[in-house]
Every structure is written in structure tokens, then in C-alpha cells.
């Protein structure tokens, strides 16, 4: 029994059916000959008590039956013999009734209600914007394929779905990366402002300074003027191209100390800065300056007096290190300082910066590494992977500015 009931299980949807239809065809004959056995057998023994003396059965169409002592059939008789009868038919279809009815609540409570209710929840659940189960299908009948297609349906709604939040958050990221690297030209920009609405007025700037400062803010704007441009057609912050130029690294290292020195003086932050790169090399520097300000945006924000920062140049790689003497990275912040939006309560600080700058130096070939300074405060380092000018097939003309 436990071997045929495993071999209905097994088989399809459609085989079944007539496997269950048969077998209640099968019991409907069966119970009707039961019916027509037990309604004869009556029959016969009220008969028997209207034998003729020859042995012969009375007819049951006669009115007027006579036996062995000429008796008539009484009343209750022929009512018990048309009941019989009546009986006999109305069983037959009874049987078939019953039968048929039962062989489809069985087929239905073992083939179809199982798989019917699991995609019924199934699709509730997508329904509720749940899409974290597993739909396993309770047989491979028919319903079991119609449920492997709505488990594949299930995968690709959440491959689609964590896509989507995938995008998001790197949307949110790249958004967070403008506005934060928004600030440092801004700052220098206003810094700038600032000095010649002090100075202009009393015509004491004199004109070499004037000239500088108004060559500083044309560089900030027009690195503004770059970057929001190429925030347009960026998805991601991990797409940012390198774009490697020919660039005068000791020029490049005299403009980002101006910049933290403008930084560290509106901060009230003392600044120590030292340059140890010369020569040309391939470098994108709008890409290094952003992971430089970056950097130093943090320090100036955590130090509590001084802000030390060095670029130099050792072999292949150009490092960028600043130093600050604040608290530091706490146990935590040494593992995941770097962690988009990551934030320290103690300090209510969100860790996007050292976020867009680890991104920016994959970019460029490089690294990003921090640590707690031993005399206190943090220490983050830069490198940013050099070519020589050979390899990137720039022009000494086409040096960047």
C-alpha cells in the first residue's frame, strides 16, 4: 500500500486524475453490486414465501398470487418489494455520487491543496514586498514546475530589488562625495573673499598677492566647474576615471600646502607642512587634490592644535599624509573608518571622506591606510601609483596646471 501510495505521488497531475477516476469508477461498481446483491436477496426470501407447490417463484407482476395455500401477496409485501426495488435504483446512483465525490476531495487534499496554499502564500508574500524565502516545491508534478518558474520569478524580483538598492545607495554615496568635496573649495574660496574684503579696501595687498589669490580662485572654480560637470554622468563613486596627466609634482605639493595652510588658519589649527617631490610625473591631479582636502578636511575638524602634512615622492608612488593630534580612531574606527556613512557617536562624525578618498586612490592604482599616531592623534596615508612621463605618452605641452 505505502509503495502505491509513493507511486501516486510521483506521478503527474494529469495521470493521476485518471488514476483517481478509475479507482472511483472501480469502487462505484463495486458498491453497487453490493446494492443490487442485498435488495435481490430481499426480494427473494419474500418470494420464497409465495412458492408454488411445484418449487416454482411466483412472479412479482402478478396481482393475484396464489402459494401452496392460495394465498394472496398481502399489501405489505408488494410495498416492501417496490421498496426494493426503488432501493436497488436509488443506490446505484447514490453510489456513483459518493464515489466520484470522494475520489475528488482525496485528489484535491493530496495533489492540489498543499501546492495551491504554498503559492497562495508565495504570492502574498511578494505581495507585501517580501521577498527574502525560498519556494520549494511540494511535488515535481505540474504544480511543482508552475512552482520552480515562480521561485525563478522570486529570484530575479530580488536580484532586481537589491540592484535597485545597490544603485541607491550608491547614488546616496556619490551624492554625499559632492557635497562633501563641496566644501573645501568653497572654503578656500571664501578664505579668499574674505581677504580681499579686508585688505582691498586700505589698498594693502600688494599687486603680486593680488594676482596669486585671484590665480588660486580661478584653479577652485574652475575645479568646481570640472567636477560638477563630471558628477552628471557618474553612477557610482567607484567610477570616477583616472585620468593621469603630466604634472610638476613640487608645484602641485606648493598649492595643496597653501590649502591647508588657508584651512588650518581659518580653523585657528597650526599648520606643519613638508614637500619632498620633484620632477614630472603621470598623475590625475584634480583626483589627488580631492583625496589631499579630503584628508585634511578631517584633520582640521579633529585636531586640537596643529595639522601636520606631507607629500612626497618614493619611487613609483606619491604619498599624501596628514596628522592631527585629536583622539584619534577609537578600536572600532581602526576597522571600519573607511565604511560609507560610518559614523562615531563620541565624535558625531560621518566617515564619507576617508570613504571617497580609499575609492579615489583604487582609482588611481593606489591605497588608503590609517592608524593612531603614537604620541596621539591620527595618521592617514595616501599613495596614488606615479608613471613616468614615457608611459602615458604626454607632452611636456600638455603639462596640467
Known amino acids: 500500500m505505502g509503495r502505491l501510495r509513493r507511486a501516486l505521488q510521483k506521478t503527474s497531475i494529469r495521470r493521476a486524475f485518471v488514476l483517481y477516476t478509475v479507482g472511483a469508477l472501480l469502487v462505484a461498481g463495486l458498491l453497487s453490486l453490493g446494492i443490487g446483491w442485498s435488495t435481490e436477496a430481499a426480494k427473494d426470501a419474500i418470494y420464497r414465501r409465495y412458492q408454488k407447490p411445484s418449487g416454482q417463484m411466483v412472479s412479482e407482476g402478478v396481482t393475484l398470487l396464489f402459494g401452496a395455500g392460495g394465498k394472496e401477496m398481502s399489501p405489505e409485501d408488494r410495498r416492501a418489494v417496490s421498496s ?42 511578494i505581495a507585501e514586498g517580501n521577498l527574502d524565502f525560498v519556494l520549494t516545491p511540494v511535488k515535481m508534478d505540474e504544480l511543482g514546475e508552475l512552482a520552480v518558474s515562480f521561485e525563478t520569478m522570486r529570484a530575479a524580483l530580488e ?17 554625499g562625495a559632492f557635497s562633501h568635496d563641496l566644501r573645501t573649495p568653497l572654503t578656500v574660496l571664501r578664505g579668499y573673499a574674505d581677504m580681499l574684503a579686508a585688505y582691498l579696501p586700505t589698498d594693502r595687498l600688494p599687486r603680486e598677492k593680488l594676482l596669486e589669490v585671484s590665480q588660486s580662485m580661478s584653479r577652485q572654480i574652475a575645479r568646481l566647474e570640472q567636477y560638477t560637470a563630471g558628477m552628471n554622468d557618474l553612477q557610482r563613486l567607484e567610477d570616477t576615471p583616472a585620468r593621469p596627466r603630466l604634472l610638476d609634482l613640487e608645484e602641485w605639493g606648493r598649492e595643496q600646502g597653501d590649502t591647508g595652510s588657508l584651512l588650518c588658519q581659518q580653523r585657528g589649527r597650526r599648520w606643519r607642512f613638508s614637500l619632498a617631490a620633484q ?5 590625475d591631479g584634480a583626483l589627488a587634490a580631492r583625496v589631499f582636502e579630503n584628508l585634511l578636511q578631517n584633520a582640521v575638524s579633529h585636531a586640537s592644535r596643529q ?13 599624501l599624509q596628514v596628522e592631527d593630534d585629536g583622539p584619534g580612531f577609537s578600536p572600532e574606527a581602526l576597522q571600519r573608518a573607511a565604511d560609507p556613512f560610518y559614523r562615531e557617536e563620541r565624535e558625531g562624525h560621518f566617515g564619507l571622506g576617508l570613504s571617497i578618498c580609499r575609492a579615489l586612490c583604487r582609482n588611481h592604482g593606489g591605497s588608503l591606510s590609517w592608524d593612531n599616531r603614537p604620541a596621539g592623534g591620527a595618521r592617514v596615508t595616501a599613495r596614488l601609483r ?9 607632452r611636456a605641452g600638455e603639462k596640467e596646471k
Not at 447514490?94 to 487534499?109: D, K
Not at 536580484?159 to 551624492?175: G, H, M, S, V
Not at 595639522?307 to 604619498?319: I, P, S, T, Y
Open 84 to 125: 426494493l426495488t426503488g432501493l436497488q435504483n436509488a443506490g446505484i446512483g447514490v453510489a456513483f455520487a459518493l464515489s466520484v465525490t470522494g475520489a475528488a476531495a482525496l485528489f484535491y487534499r493530496r495533489r492540489l491543496a498543499r501546492p495551491i496554499a504554498q503559492l497562495k502564500d508565495a504570492s502574498a508574500q
Open 159 to 175: 536580484r532586481a530589488e537589491r540592484e535597485n538598492w545597490r544603485a541607491l545607495e550608491d547614488r546616496k554615496q556619490l551624492n
Open 279 to 283: 620632477g614630472g610625473a603621470m598623475l
Open 307 to 319: 595639522v601636520l602634512a606631507a607629500v612626497a615622492r618614493e619611487g613609483e608612488w606619491l604619498l
Open 386 to 394: 606615479l608613471k613616468p612621463p614615457e608611459e602615458g605618452g604626454a
